[in-house]
């Protein structure tokens, strides 16, 4: 018989699929949301060598058994952590030079209540809907002889049958999210401003949007920063040339 211990959990592991990633990857390096993080360079360029994968590539997709239930860090050509994450997504992005990225962005720092310091975040940067790997972990745990009490029932093999069915509803839900997202942002093309009519003249308010989908938006004190579609992002730009 069984001891009837049970077996690790993992944080953000729910009905066998890891549904909260933010849990998992905050217990993965050890840290809480919103605390100090002066050290998030040697954190997170520790996660390649702890099997996470890096930098994916426009259509790769992260298989269902990948490391690290496929969260993968932003690390640049000199192995330097850049302060983002990746989540698998089973539906694409696509940019505007046609790459299509099956990847939704996080950013985990950001400014922190003192001038220069940092904390650990969890910003959302855009994407499609996240989909969830499977974690290995049925979401609970029996004994043997609860095993016996079952085996050869209908009520056990239904139960198999449904546990096997939620990484294929995970997909249905994210391809729903995916249309409601389409379609807000069909809304927002639709509010913008038309451009002015004849000789390929600009709207008088423009917005610079990045590959990451975000707008690079002048802001009131001079710094230039990234956000998700904002009024604010749409602003009057004096172009300049130089000899």
């Known amino acids: 018989m069984s001891n009837g211990q049970k077996s690790p959990q993992v944080s953000g592991c729910v009905n066998g699929v890891l549904a909260d990633p933010r849990a998992y990857f905050f217990s993965l390096i050890g840290r809480t949301e919103g605390s100090p993080a002066p050290d998030w360079k040697a954190v997170l360029e520790s996660l390649p060598g ?59 720092i950001a400014d922190g209540p003192t001038p220069g310091s940092l904390i650990w975040a969890w910003q959302d940067k855009g994407g499609a809907p996240y989909a969830p790997r499977p974690c290995g972990q049925a979401g609970s745990t029996h004994t043997d002889t609860d095993a016996g009490n079952t085996a050869g029932t209908s009520g056990g093999s239904g139960q198999a049958a449904a546990a096997d069915l939620r990484p294929l509803e995970s997909r249905i839900q994210a391809l729903e999210r995916l249309v409601s997202a389409q379609a807000k942002e069909i809304a927002d093309l639709k509010s913008r401003p038309a451009p002015s009519p004849g000789g390929g003249a600009l709207a008088r308010n423009v917005a610079l949007k990045t590959n990451h989908g975000t707008y690079v938006t002048a802001e009131p004190d001079g710094k230039m920063t990234n956000r998700e579609n904002h009024p604010a992002a749409w602003q009057t730009f004096k172009v300049e040339s130089m000899d």
């Not at 790769?60 to 330097?80: F, K, L, R």
């Open 50 to 108: 702890r099997g996470m994968g890096t930098n994916p590539k426009p259509g790769e997709i992260q298989p269902q058994n990948a490391p690290h239930y496929g969260i993968t860090v932003m690390i640049d050509a000199g192995g330097n952590a850049r302060g983002r994450i990746w989540l698998p997504t089973d539906v694409p992005t696509v940019d505007d030079n046609g790459n299509r990225w099956f990847t939704h962005e996080f950013q985990v």
